[in-house]
């Protein structure tokens, strides 16, 4: 039972701001490395990434609008998103893309539900 819930999507007005959270649950130790993408109508990119050892990389078309982190206890990743664009419009998801389980096994890749963010007057 190793669940990544996303939460904090919502419908904004460009020059907008919203903190998505990704908040993992089950028998994990950690999430080692994650990522947010975003999946539009006809692809879905990569926003940022993000590693426990504090390893980021952000993909070079958010123009430093969005900022990844990672709480202390290992168990949440968030996506600060400034200066919202309409063309920011998506779903958007969380990816584990390594957790650690209590068991020390590790999973690879364990998507979100995704959650909505719609930037529009």
């Known amino acids: 039972q190793v669940q990544l819930v996303e939460s904090g999507g919502g419908l904004v007005q460009p020059g907008g701001s919203l903190r998505l959270s990704c908040a993992a649950s089950?028998?994990?130790?950690?999430?080692?490395?994650a990522g947010w993408y975003r999946q539009g109508k006809l692809q879905r990119e990569l926003i940022a990434m993000i590693s426990r050892n504090g390893w980021t990389n952000y993909a070079d078309s958010m123009e430093g609008r969005f900022t990844i982190s990672g709480d202390d206890g290992g168990n949440t990743v968030y996506l600060q998103m400034n200066n919202l664009k309409p063309n920011d419009t998506a779903v958007y998801y969380c990816?584990?893309?390594?957790?650690?389980?209590?068991?020390?096994?590790?999973?690879?890749?364990?998507w979100g539900q995704g959650t909505q963010v719609t930037v529009s007057s």
């Open positions: 990816n584990g893309l390594k957790i650690t389980l209590a068991t020390g096994e590790s999973l690879y890749g364990i």
């Open positions: 089950g028998n994990i130790i950690s999430i080692d490395r």
